[in-house]
């Protein structure tokens, strides 16, 4: 079943991607930096909330991992 029709594996997803978005923006802010319009401007806006919401980010990470050790 594809990542789009599961409801947790589609928050899974979204939380790797704002995860993986902010470690790169940490590592090399100028690659994510130039790009705030078009299809490159979502990886920027993820980066953006993963530094910005960082602590509520962590907490979901937390809480998803929890829930696919236990519950699966």
């Excluded at 990470?61 to 050790?69: R, T």
Aim: charged share 10%; net charge positive; hydrophobic share 55%.
């Amino acid at each position: 079943m594809s990542a789009i029709f599961n409801f947790q594996s589609l928050l899974t997803v979204i939380l790797l991607l704002i995860c993986t978005c902010a470690y790169v923006r940490a590592l090399a802010p100028s690659l994510l930096d130039k790009n705030k319009t078009g299809l490159l401007g979502i990886f920027w806006k993820c980066a953006r909330i993963g530094e910005r919401k960082s602590p509520w980010v962590a907490c979901c990470c937390v809480v998803m991992a929890f829930s696919i050790l236990f519950q699966q």
